[in-house]
C-alpha cells in the first residue's frame, strides 16, 4: 500500500503546488481527505492533482463545515492548507486550534511569500516567487528577455514538494519528541533552495550574471537544444571531455576544432553544429545516438512522453479512469506507491467520511454536501 500506507492526511482544497504535495503523498500510501467547498459539489475537480484521494464538501465559514475539519484534523497526521497568511486563522482552524486540539498533527502550510515578512501578504504567481528567487533571471537567450520555465521550480518543485519534505521530516521528528509542529513553506525559499548550485558557482566564479552565456544556461553550444531536419528537435548535454569528443564524432565535427572551453569559438561551434544537427530527422538522431555517451535525448512534446519505448519499459506513466498520467516516483523496493482511486468529485465521499466521524447528524446540514 505504499511507504506511508496508515498516515491520515486532511488536505484543504486550494489550487496548484498544496495538492501537487497531497498527490504525492497519496501516491506514497497516505490517506488524503481533501476537505472541498460545498459550493463547488457540481465543478469537477483536478483531474490529474486529485488523484488518490477521496473528498469532503462543507462550508468553512458555517460551525457544521468547521466542526467536520477539525474532527478530520484531530484524527490526522498531516493538514495541508494554502491559504494567504492569517486565512485558516479566520475561519477557525488555524495552527494554534488544530494543535490544541491535536499535539502531535503536523500542520503544513504553503504560500508564496512565507507566512511573515513584508510581502507576505501580498497576492502573487510562480512567477514573481521565482523571480524574487533569483531563478527568473537566469533562465533565456542572451540579449533577451527572461523566459518563464513552466510553473514547475516555484509551483511544485519549490513548493509543492518542498513541502512534501517538510510535513514528512517533521513527522519523522514526532517519532522521537511525540509532538507535531508547524511547516512553513514558502515558494520564494524553495525555489531559492534549488537554485544553490547555481550560487555556489557565482561563488567560486565560475557563473557568468549575463543571462544564455554560461555552460548550463544555453551559451555553450555543448549544453543546448537543435532543429532536426524534420522540424523536430535533440538535446545534448556533452559537458564531460569524453562525452563532448562522442558528440563531435557522432557530428563528424573533428577538424578544426577549437577548445571545448574556449568561450570565444562557441558561436561558430554552435553554426557549425546546428548545420550537422539539420542533415538528419529527429527520429534519424535518435536511432544513432541512442545507446552511445553522448548524452543526448530527443525533445519530446507531452503527448509524446508516454509512448517512448524508455518510458514503457519502465512503466512510467499509469492508466488511471482512462486518463494517462505520471506514475507515482520514486520506485521502492517494497512498499512500492501506487494510484488507488481517480481524482474524486467534490463532495464525493462525504457521506462515507462522516460516518466515519461519526457525525452522521451533519449529513441534513446546509453547510456539509
Known sequence: MGPLDGIKV????????????????ADLGADVVRVDRAAEVDVAGPPLLGRGRRSVAVDLKHPDGLDVLLHLADEADILLEGFRPGVA???GFG????????????????????????????????????????VLGTVGREGEAPVPPLNVVGD??????LLAVGVLA???????????????????????????MIHEMVATGDWNEARG?????????????????????????????????????ALELTDDVPDQWDRASWPTMRARVAAAVRTRTRAEWEERLAGTDVCFAP??????????????????WVDVAGVAQPAPAPRFSRTPGAVRRPAPRPGEHTAEILAELGLDHLRGSEAVR
Open 10 to 25: 486532511v488536505e484543504v482544497a486550494s489550487i496548484g503546488p498544496a495538492p501537487f504535495c497531497a498527490m504525492v503523498l
Open 89 to 91: 486563522e479566520r475561519l
Open 95 to 134: 495552527p494554534d486550534v488544530c494543535l490544541g486540539r491535536n499535539p502531535a498533527l503536523v500542520y503544513g502550510r504553503m504560500t508564496g511569500w512565507g507566512q511573515t515578512g513584508p510581502w507576505a501578504a501580498m497576492a502573487g504567481h510562480d512567477i514573481n516567487y521565482i523571480a524574487l528567487a533569483g
Open 156 to 161: 511544485f518543485g519549490g513548493g509543492g514538494l
Open 170 to 196: 517533521a513527522l519523522a521528528e514526532r517519532r522521537r519528541s511525540g509532538e507535531g509542529q508547524v511547516v512553513d513553506a514558502a515558494m520564494v525559499e524553495g525555489a531559492s533552495l534549488l537554485m544553490t
Open 213 to 249: 552565456t554560461n555552460s548550463l544556461d544555453g551559451g555553450a553550444w555543448f549544453y543546448d537544444s537543435y532543429e532536426t531536419a524534420d522540424g523536430g528537435w535533440v538535446a545534448f548535454g556533452s559537458l564531460e571531455p569524453q562525452f563532448n569528443a562522442q558528440l563531435l564524432a
Open 299 to 316: 525533445v519530446l512534446a507531452p503527448s509524446e512522453v508516454r509512448d517512448h519505448p524508455h518510458h514503457v519499459t519502465r512503466q512510467s
